[in-house]
């Protein structure tokens, strides 16, 4: 490990070197935020709602993160959730994600918006997680089914909270657009990052050529430079439950439906066939002064009644974090961006140091609460933090 990510020392300190890393218009991309950025700050001030009530002369001298989703057992109980354009931040920037996840025994859900074909990102040293945003059609959506099925997925993931797209303003503050468009800014922005302009871009260039978005249909898409991109991530506003219900009966494998916050919606996505929910408001990007997945959770939980598995991302940066989910009765947390800042500076070291240093964390909260296996969490080891604590 280079002596740059052992200066590293939490998840948050990634996103500060990737902020010297990146270029200010990818910077902003992985960082934005719906408008005032209050969706964001509600995920993460949800944490303080809870506080730990740890027992003391417990036995921790062996602690145990594993845990079980859809019958298979992972090392911990956290995975890397789907983000687009993660090549063009990171070299291979899902390739490294995808591998890095398998070495450490967890999940990463390849994202619908990624620029390396699913077929490069499945089996063995890869993931069996994919993420889609539908297309517009019943014809169009049976042809990425298939497309996802045959690549080796298993576990399909639909994303449900991006009917239209979010309100650029924090894209066009930091430079960012759909296209890309050359300017001089821009190519001032990427010269100003030689590491990421050779070691990233002008790599990824010679090697591989424009990235493409690859997977957000049964064939290649357009190139993230091209003038009728948005043209792929439009046509969303008429889907409906019904749509959801057409890609249960296509979908042979498990169906996890992302985006849930509302208990009436997840009772729906349980009728409709999901496998699995995940509680999240998209990482604060879409509408603003939207609630904190942490304060939904125990409303879905109560709606679906432990008839699904349960997970949830938004805001997750402490092992602490994930102990308070899992205590609350989540049954697996995902992470997004800190993820992505450790593959942009530091590659498989990266996104292996992330992990560890998370694991740790989780690890070591564990024996200061008291719990050595993660069966043990539950409402007895928090009580609601009060005004004035």
Known sequence: ????????????????????HLPRPLMGYVSSVAE????????????????FLPRALVNVSTIDTRTEL?????ALPFGIAPMGISALSAWRGDQVLAQSAASAEIPMIVSGSSLIAMEELAGENGTDWFQAYLPGTHEDIEALL???????????????????????????????SSPLRPSPRLAWDGLVRPRWLFGTFLRTLIQHGMPHFENNAATRGVAVMARNVNRDFSGRRHLDWSTLAHVRKHWPGKLVVK???????????VATGADGLIVSNHGGRQLDSTVAPLRMLPEVLQAVDGSVPVMIDGGFRRGSHVLKALALGADFVFLGRPFNYAASVGGHQGVARAIHLLAEELERDMALLGVTDLAELGMQQLRPARAGD
């Open 36 to 51: 005032d950025g209050m969706t964001a700050r509600a995920s993460r001030d949800a944490f303080e709602d809870y506080q």
């Open 259 to 269: 985006g849930i916050l509302h208990p009436d919606d997840a009772r729906k996505a």
């Open 1 to 20: 490990m280079t002596a740059r990510l052992e200066r590293i020392l939490n998840l948050d300190d990634f996103e500060h070197a990737a902020r010297r």
């Open 146 to 176: 298939a497309r996802v099925e045959r690549a080796g997925f298993r576990n399909l993931v639909i994303t449900v909270d991006f009917a239209v797209p979010p309100n650029p303003e924090t894209h066009r503050r930091h430079g960012f």
């Open 70 to 74: 859809f019958g298979r057992r992972y």
